[in-house]
């Protein structure tokens, strides 16, 4: 076991992408192996916080005292057999999608941040580009082997109901508390997942590393598809670009992926990066769409670009992927702009200011020109991009140091109609700190009692 006692060295584990300041650990500790992990658990009962890679944005990793428990030694990378693969919670999302490469099979979840450890999604239910259809992390985790804060150990398999006790590795049970919560009908990471009748799985996925640790995670995998149809769409207005949502949306022979949107300010900021981003664009959108089967490629191919040709897009202007090169390339371009916001945070020593919000597919239109109405001309600025598909955008603000009230107060309004409309105030990336007040006014007091009887069990 590895003891790190220094505040240097304890330093860099207080920070993760959210650029959260005033963490505090007497020290931090990276075991082995299960022993080591389950004997600290044991016999230290002060506080504990699960360290992953850092990339998350709510400070969730990041505690005020205790200790931090990193299981960044729990490294090691299975084989993909049957569909399924076991691996340790550290390995980061770029290692497993650089192995699947070379094997027939494909993990859907793709937050986006290649940095991210399997743990830490797992943790936060990470979705990402692809989850308008393939939907989040959850969908594909078949077990967890899991340690919990006092140290017992439990295998959670998909499958097993909440309405069975789960019963511990040393023969002890946990029954499931009753409760009167149940989660929103919208991609929703904010909070324990409770349904009636779910799996115990469910629970400690987005538990937001409060339930357990994993050590060790099975995945599911699917057969890997042969290729992606992949495109950045240009739009002269950004409403041209909400308009065409529903539309696509509502075909039965389009089955697009990815539905990520850029709007007129995101587009601005890319432009440092890329210059040819066309110049009378104000809104940009990446789609793609998988191809299992090579031999359909050129049919689906022209269905899309017949299907483009009448919407208000700058067709001729928009890019389309020829090859693997270009579809990674798109990638890095959805990528860049939460790492250009990210970048210029750190550099301004300014904390993250960003929203994770969703709603139910019919506020989608309303949802659209309430942020327009709301945050443009203010003289705020900031940027809009993310999950267009899901209904669930990233609204980031970048207030100068004169404009952190006003950027408050805007905050506050928007997170207020969001749950007016029973939206949520973060579908993917947790509660963590940054949200904590948030998700008080989400659930209210009454719900919060309820999911502490959850904690507490
Ligand atoms: C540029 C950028 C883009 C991003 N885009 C997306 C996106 O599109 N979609 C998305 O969902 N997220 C996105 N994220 C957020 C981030 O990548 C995810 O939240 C990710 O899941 C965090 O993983 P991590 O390993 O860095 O976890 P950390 O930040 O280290 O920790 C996150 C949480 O996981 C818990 N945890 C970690 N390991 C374990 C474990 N073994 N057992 C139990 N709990 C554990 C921690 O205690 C903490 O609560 C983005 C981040 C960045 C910087």
Redesign the pocket.
């Known amino acids: 076991m590895i003891r790190k006692t220094s505040k240097e060295s304890i330093e860099p584990y207080l920070r993760?992408?959210s650029n959260y300041s005033g963490g505090k650990a007497e020290e931090v500790l990276i075991p082995e192996n299960v022993d080591e992990l389950v004997s600290v658990l044991k016999s230290d009962l002060r506080p504990v916080?699960?360290?992953?890679?850092?990339?998350?944005?709510?400070a969730?990793?990041i505690p005020s005292e205790g200790i931090i428990i990193s299981?960044e030694r729990?490294n090691e990378l299975g084989k993909a057999t049957n569909g399924k693969i076991w691996l340790g919670?550290?390995v980061?999302l770029v290692s497993l999608q650089e192995y699947l490469n070379k094997t027939n099979y494909f993990y859907p979840p793709?937050?986006?941040?290649i940095?991210?450890?399997?743990?830490?999604?797992?943790?936060?239910?990470?979705?990402?580009?692809r989850?308008y259809k393939f939907g989040?992390?959850r969908n594909f985790v078949n077990a967890v082997d899991?340690i919990l804060a006092d140290g017992r150990r439990v295998l959670v398999k998909r499958g097993h109901k909440i309405t069975e006790p789960l019963v511990l590795e040393d023969g002890s049970e946990i029954e499931f508390p009753e409760i009167k919560y149940i989660s929103p009908n919208c991609k929703n990471?904010a909070g324990y997942y409770i349904q009636p009748g779910m799996d115990w799985l469910d629970l400690f996925i987005g538990?937001?590393?409060?339930l357990?640790?994993?050590?060790y995670i099975c995945l599911k995998l699917l057969p890997r598809p042969d290729d992606f149809i992949s495109g950045i769409l240009f739009f002269e207005k950004e409403n041209f670009c909400w308009e065409l949502i529903p539309k696509i949306k509502s075909t039965n022979y389009l089955s697009p992926c990815s539905l990520e949107y850029f709007d007129r300010f995101s587009l601005e900021l890319l432009r440092e990066k890329y210059p040819n981003i066309p110049v009378q664009a104000e809104a940009a959108l990446f789609f793609e769409e998988d191809i299992a089967d090579q031999k359909n490629y050129d049919f689906i191919l022209e269905t899309w670009i017949e299907y483009l040709t009448d919407k208000n897009i700058l067709l001729d202007e928009s890019w389309f992927a020829q090859d693997q090169k270009d579809i990674q390339a798109f990638h890095k371009f959805r990528?860049q702009i939460?790492?250009l916001v990210?970048e210029m945070n750190s550099r301004l020593g300014r904390e993250k200011m960003g929203t994770d919000m969703a709603v139910p597919d019919k506020y989608f239109e309303e949802m659209m020109s309430f942020y327009e109405d709301t945050l443009f001309g203010k003289g705020l600025p900031y940027v809009i991009f993310?999950?267009l598909g899901d209904n669930h955008l990233h609204i980031n603000l970048l207030p100068d140091s004169s404009q952190q009230k006003l950027a408050q107060s805007l905050y506050d309004e928007l997170v207020k109609k969001i749950i007016s409309w029973k939206g949520t105030v973060s579908a993917?990336?947790?509660i963590?700190k940054k949200k904590k007040k948030y998700f008080y006014e989400m659930v209210g007091e009454k719900s919060i009692e309820n999911l502490k009887k959850i904690k507490n069990t």
Request: hydrophobic share 30%.
């Open positions: 993760d992408a916080t699960i360290a992953g890679a850092g990339t998350g944005l709510t969730s990793r299981l729990f919670p550290a980061t793709n937050p986006t941040e940095n991210a450890s399997i743990g830490g999604t797992l943790a936060t239910n990470a979705s990402g580009s989850s989040a992390t899991c990471t538990s937001d590393g409060t357990g640790i994993f050590v990528h939460p790492m990210n993310g999950h993917e990336h947790g963590g």
